[in-house]
């Protein structure tokens, strides 16, 4: 049981770039998440998605675009990468409403 | 989603307990209390949650005031390894908003 992973887990861009981390889960879970840490601070929501096809924006959404396509996948596209983007990216699932969320392992992303 | 206040940071001796206190005055009745915790640079952890009964697992236990404005985890014997930022979320469960934490430091 693999559960959240991420990929990739570390890459460096160059500004105006544009990449997508990719995030998949094995356990059926309805609810998935996008966070990102800044150093030493705690974790901002960016989008999460109820299901196939619903997403809905978090805290910080700007300069990010989401999808869900699958159960299984929720991608995060960066389409103009720009520095106050460094940080480091979680991924997270759960089965629904008021369920422990599931955390990958992050993707640390610096961008110069 | 309710606000929380936690101390910014703690010290427990390896073998006692840990209490872990956080303030969430404004809790609305649908709103759940839930503890995670963050070891180093990995991924969040989740530990416990509850509404308004006093809850265990083999982690820890969670306990929430009677009027629910305030919650304690306790992490009954700390070992080293529970050093780590602990995170206290107050939502009804459709997103989880992270606050700053308490950093735990186990000290030997």
């Known amino acids: 049981n693999a559960g959240v992973t991420q990929t990739p887990k570390f890459r460096i861009l160059k500004i105006g770039q544009s990449m997508t981390l990719q995030c998949t889960q094995d356990m059926n879970h309805n609810y998935m998440y996008w966070y990102r840490q800044d150093p030493g601070m705690g974790l901002k929501l960016i989008y999460y998605?109820?299901?196939?096809?619903?997403?809905d924006k978090g805290e910080v959404p700007n300069g990010y675009n989401v999808s869900r396509s699958t159960t299984e996948d929720f991608p995060l596209r960066l389409e103009l990468a720009a520095p106050s983007q460094t940080s480091v990216y979680f991924c997270?699932?759960?089965?629904?409403?008021?369920?422990?969320?599931?955390f990958g392992d992050g993707t640390r992303l610096s961008i110069l | 989603d309710a606000k929380t206040t936690q101390p910014p940071s703690m010290d427990c001796a390896e073998g006692r307990a840990a209490n872990l206190p956080c303030n969430h005055s404004t809790i609305s009745g649908n709103e759940y209390v839930y503890w995670y915790r963050q070891i180093h640079s990995q991924g969040p952890q989740y530990i416990i949650h509850g509404l308004k009964n006093n809850e265990t697992n083999e982690m820890a236990s969670l306990i929430i005031t009677e009027d629910r404005k305030s919650s304690t985890l306790i992490l009954p014997h700390a070992t080293l390894r529970d050093t780590a930022v602990y995170y206290c979320?107050?939502?009804?469960?459709?997103?989880?908003?992270f606050g700053p934490g308490t950093s735990l430091s186990v000290i030997p």
């Open positions: 979320i107050v939502s009804p469960g459709d997103k989880v908003i």
């Open positions: 998605s109820v299901g196939a096809g619903i997403t």
């Open positions: 997270a699932s759960s089965y629904g409403v008021r369920q422990p969320q599931h």
